[in-house]
């Protein structure tokens, strides 16, 4: 519940709503990769990129071929935007393909 939550506020852009509630859900489930996404972006969104990167690591190491997550931790360590913005490669929930099914 929390996770749908979490996306509702993200798809939204509550950031300020998202950040508790997926901290919450990854609380109450330490391997939940997608929660951890998410509050990943919002953490970033927030600028909060050290706590961006401990999720998106954390996402790594429970999901060890995932390129797109190599990816964004190469962003966020270079200072750049984990998720470019492109047609292909939407930063939210709402636009094109759901971010949790990449994962």
Do not use: H
Request: without cysteine; hydrophobic residues 35%.
């Amino acid at each position: 519940i929390f996770y749908q939550l979490g996306l509702l506020y993200f798809g939204n852009n509550e950031v300020d709503k998202v950040i508790p509630v997926l901290e919450r859900a990854v609380s109450l489930s330490k391997d939940y990769s997608n929660a951890k996404y998410f509050l990943g972006l919002a953490y970033f969104e927030k600028g909060n990129v050290e706590g961006a990167l401990a999720q998106f690591e954390e996402i790594q190491k429970l999901n060890p071929q995932n390129e797109e997550v190599a990816t964004i931790i190469e962003n966020l360590r270079s200072g750049r935007n984990p998720l470019p913005q492109t047609e292909e490669n939407p930063v939210t929930a709402s636009e094109g393909q759901p971010l949790e099914e990449r994962i």
